[in-house]
């Protein structure tokens, strides 16, 4: 398994780590499951903050994995009970970090298998591809689902994202079970280690 550490909590963008490494981003509704993410993905497992409420994740969070690339967990997007105000820093703050790093070398984005994507999915999608950004779907929380209702969720999710296919850039997942962990540790050393 790959070693994590954290390193810390970004509040501004002058506040990057300044190590010339490659970067992975991570993002998602809030409480899609980022943090269980990567907490499931790497050891120490309990290296990220999770919480069942929504919003926990108020910093652009570095970690450092093996000390080869940095994993970035994005603040969640589209919870209800933050401001308008902060909401929009926080969108603004996401758009400037990405269009300014030059070391994304791809996007993880996580969607819960159990609902549709929302204009806000939508629009994270619009915007990772426009920038040419590698793009993955991480179609999480699979445990909460039958078989039929995993393959409804699949076929669902490729009509509003076509490009996506199975094992290349879109991944089944639980952080509960560790479905989909295998497939992708083995994708992000493929491009990473
Ligand atoms: N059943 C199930 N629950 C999960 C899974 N992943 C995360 N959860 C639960 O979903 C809730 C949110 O998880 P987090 O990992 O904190 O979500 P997050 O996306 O980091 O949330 P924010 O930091 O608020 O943006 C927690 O109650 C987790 O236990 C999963 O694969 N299966
Ligand atoms: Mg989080």
Redo the contacts with the bound molecule.
């Keep these: 398994m790959k070693k994590i550490e954290f390193v810390k909590a970004v509040y501004n963008l002058n506040e990057i780590p300044k190590k010339d490494l490659p970067v992975v981003i991570l993002g998602?509704?809030?409480?899609?499951?980022?943090?269980?993410?990567i907490?499931?993905l790497f050891h120490p497992a309990k290296v990220?903050?999770?919480?069942?409420?929504?919003?926990?994740?108020r910093s652009i969070n570095y970690y450092l994995v093996e000390n080869k690339f940095y994993m970035v967990?994005l603040?969640?997007f589209g919870?209800a009970k933050v401001s308008k105000s902060e909401r929009d820093y926080w969108q603004k703050m996401i758009e400037n970090f990405i269009d300014k790093n030059k070391s994304i070398a791809f996007a993880f984005h996580?969607i819960d298998s159990r609902h549709k994507p929302t204009p806000l999915d939508i629009q994270l999608n619009d915007f990772l591809r426009l920038r040419n950004i590698p793009y993955n779907v991480v179609l999480?929380?699979?445990?909460?689902l039958k078989q039929s209702e995993i393959a409804a969720s699949r076929r669902n999710l490729i009509t509003y994202f076509p490009e996506l296919i199975f094992g290349e850039n879109l991944f089944l997942?639980?952080?509960?079970t560790g479905v989909g962990k295998k497939e992708i540790i083995r994708h992000m050393s493929a491009l990473l280690l």
């Design positions: 998602g509704r809030s409480n899609v499951g980022k943090s269980s993410f907490n499931s990220a903050k999770t919480s069942s409420t929504p919003g926990k994740t967990d603040p969640g919870y996580l999480n929380k699979i445990d909460k997942f639980s952080a509960i």
